[in-house]
């Protein structure tokens, strides 16, 4: 093994939305690592019940609930419908093993321990502006201690963000100035702009299988933080803001408005603060894209209902090359507005849970840390790329099928392949082929047990123009 590299700046990892587990009195009550979430629930009894809100302060570091995050959930997890994640393991590794570090815990390291290679996990249900808060308080502390212990007067913070937590890591450094002593943000998947899931999540919840766990998310402010700020509200022949539009059944509409005043936050900071000659010379933000995937992009909303949609709205219909994203962010979403014409913008084929954790993009993250350079211009999509489409979750006593193209600038009859491996069961894992009908791949699965799973679909022929291998969660549950 060659050489770690020493690594003058600090480095923190934030998750997404439900990737920190949450204590109560010293006792995990969301602790999902590696199980479906139709077992949390069973097993949990009323104790799930407790991460519902019933109010945020976003000035307040604690809510008084005693509840509190203590670590980062570090295997599978999702909520179907809404987020899936394959965990962040490997973006740990990444760090640990190729590099000088001292590993701390952010929270609990006395004030004189120096550290650099910190987790952050927070509590997801809240006001991401508290969370925000929490963390300058954090690395204030620590960056300081670590300066003084290095000798690195001039080290600072490099943030590796996965989805939601790009969106604390904004508030931090755009409103709270937290880019004077940060060198780098590196988003993996963040919905700077929004999710459509989020809105569809809220509205219509997700199977009526989990009602209890739909509840309470819908009390959660940080999912309010997650609706799209664009116009992608159909209704009749226009298109709305969701912070605009009354009557959106399970939506508080005051709720939208300050979730949509948070990302007008930010918005006015990075006015201000791109202004400022040291902002742009010494910091910079890389956002990392999935693309490929079929992604919901629009809603529509008549007579009381509504549906969402892969349909661009009204504002991006000139657009079809928008027309993708990772599954659950749309890839106009992905990008800062800020950086909406830059070339500093990263595409690749693979869907939202697994960007952090994907080969090329680690490859690529590495090797620019190791120079401390931080454009990752090599990490695009390949001329061919996978496209693929499941559920988050099949019941028992319906099909398992899920779809595949491969999408080339060239004619290409490709055929995919697919390992699925059992997260919840020791078992071997099922190598399967796809079969071609009407111009695109499907597989369809029978006899699969209840539990998670972890699918992996390539391309039968591998080498250096194949398209890189896309990964996806799925979950089978027997119905009540």
């Not at 904004?170 to 780098?184: I, K, S, T």
């Not at 899931?197 to 809220?202: E, I, M, P």
Request: with cysteine; proline share 4%.
């Amino acid at each position: 093994m060659s050489e770690k590299v020493k690594m003058r700046d600090m480095v923190v990892i934030l998750p997404g939305i439900l990737g920190s587990v949450l204590q109560k009195d010293g006792k995990d009550i969301w602790a999902v690592s590696g199980q479906a979430i139709w077992q949390v629930l069973t097993s949990s009894g009323n104790s799930i019940q407790e991460l519902k809100l019933a109010q945020d302060d976003p000035e307040a570091e604690s809510l008084g609930d005693c509840i509190k995050a203590t670590r980062v959930i570090e295997d599978t997890h999702l909520i179907p419908g809404l987020v899936k994640i394959d965990g962040y393991t490997k973006t740990s590794r990444l760090i640990t093993d190729n590099f000088d570090v001292i590993p701390g815990n952010i929270y609990e390291d006395a004030d004189d321990k120096a550290a650099n290679f910190y987790h952050f996990p927070y509590d997801w249900r809240r006001d991401n502006r508290a969370n925000a808060r929490l963390l300058k308080r954090l690395i204030d502390k620590r960056l300081k201690r670590w300066r003084e212990y290095s000798g690195a007067e001039d080290a600072k913070v490099i943030l590796l963000a996965h989805s939601m937590g790009g969106l604390v890591s904004r508030y931090y450094l755009e409103v709270l100035e937290g880019w004077r002593d940060c060198r780098a943000l590196f988003t993996f998947g963040t919905p700077y702009r929004g999710s459509v899931k989020a809105v569809n999540f809220l509205a219509n919840g997700y199977k009526k299988l989990f009602l209890d766990l739909t509840e309470i998310m819908r009390s959660l402010t940080s999912i309010y933080q997650l609706l799209p700020i664009y116009e992608m509200l159909q209704i009749g022949n226009d298109y709305h803001r969701i912070a605009e539009t009354d009557n959106i059944p399970n939506i508080v509409k005051t709720r939208v408005a300050d979730a949509l005043k948070f990302h007008r936050e930010i918005e006015a900071a990075v006015d201000r603060n791109i202004k400022n000659e040291n902002y742009k010379n010494d910091f910079t933000t890389i956002p990392i894209i999935g693309v490929q995937q079929p992604t919901l992009q629009s809603a529509l909303l008549a007579n009381g209902t509504l549906t969402v949609s892969e349909k661009l709205p009204i504002i991006l219909q000139s657009r079809p090359d928008l027309s993708d994203g990772d599954g659950t962010v749309p890839q106009v979403s992905a990008i800062p507005i800020e950086l909406s014409n830059s070339l500093n913008n990263n595409f690749i084929a693979e869907t939202h849970g697994s960007l952090q954790n994907q080969s090329q993009i680690l490859e690529d993250l590495l090797n620019r840390l190791k120079l401390s350079q931080f454009d990752l211009g090599t990490v695009r999509a390949p001329q061919s790329a996978i496209s693929l489409s499941l559920d988050d979750l099949y019941l028992t006593s319906e099909p398992i099928k899920m779809r595949g193209k491969v999408i080339s600038s060239s004619p290409s009859n490709e055929k995919l392949k697919a390992t699925i491996t059992s997260v919840s069961h020791s078992e071997t894992a099922l190598n399967l082929d796809f079969e071609e009908q009407e111009k695109e791949w499907v597989l369809a699965i029978d006899n699969l047990k209840p539990g998670l799973y972890r699918l992996q679909v390539e391309t039968e022929n591998s080498g250096e123009q194949a398209p890189t291998p896309v990964h996806d969660l799925f979950e089978v549950v027997n119905a009540f």
